[in-house]
């Protein structure tokens, strides 16, 4: 019998990250098997991704529910039906642009994680990397950390560190950090999972 943990990703865009721990939980040795994805966005690149290689995809459109005056409880009640229909254990948000609800987080409080482009506690919210250029830091890097109802404030899972070079861009400084939560999320989710 297998002891893998089922895991759900949600994301709203490109899902890069959604890429790696789907490419990593493939090793027979990996402790999460990704069972399915849910998108906020019926555009996101991400779903292909997760079509082509196999996995199980969802919608809920958070436009649609904005057009339909359906409030955050709403969505969150929503996804969490889809995640428990999917007998889902174990949720990993990547590039999910949305905050969730107080009561979503507590029902999934411990199995549920984000990654964040900077090293938390510093520059929580948006725009990490421009925060860090402008705090003027040596070194920034990426957090996996699970989810509590504050912002980017629960416990930390794991950390990587990048080096901020003289004359780096937002730009510059983004693609190393998104290099690093590449390496850095499959390696975290296989801690969480352990
Ligand atoms: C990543 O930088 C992640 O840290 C942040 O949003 C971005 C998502 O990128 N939360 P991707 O969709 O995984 O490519």
Redesign the pocket.
């Known amino acids: 019998m297998s002891v893998r943990k089922r895991v759900a990703i949600l ?8 890429r790696a721990l789907i490419d990593a939980a493939r090793a027979p040795d990996y402790p999460g098997e990704i069972v399915l994805v849910i998108s906020s966005s019926p555009d996101a690149e ?1 779903i292909s991704v997760a079509k082509a290689a196999g996995v199980a995809t969802a919608v809920v459109d958070q436009v649609r529910f904005r057009r339909e005056n359906r409030d955050r409880e709403a969505y969150d009640a929503e996804l969490h039906h889809i995640l428990t229909a999917a007998n889902v254990e174990f949720v990993c ?4 642009m949305r905050i969730l609800s107080p009561g979503f987080v507590r029902k999934w409080e411990g199995r549920i994680v ?4 900077s090293l938390l506690p510093a520059f929580k919210g948006l725009k990490p990397q421009a925060q860090a250029l402008a705090a003027g830091v040596a070194t920034s890097g ?1 957090s996996v950390h699970y989810v509590v109802a504050e912002l980017d404030a629960g416990p930390v899972v794991a950390q990587a560190e990048v080096p901020v070079l003289a004359g780096d861009t937002e730009e510059s400084l ?1 693609a190393r ?2 290099a690093a ?1 590449h390496k850095l999320y499959p390696l975290a989710l296989k801690k969480a999972l352990s």
């Open positions: 994301i709203s865009g490109r899902g890069s990250n959604m991400g948000l990547a590039g999910f984000n990654i964040h482009p990426c983004t950090i998104l939560e």
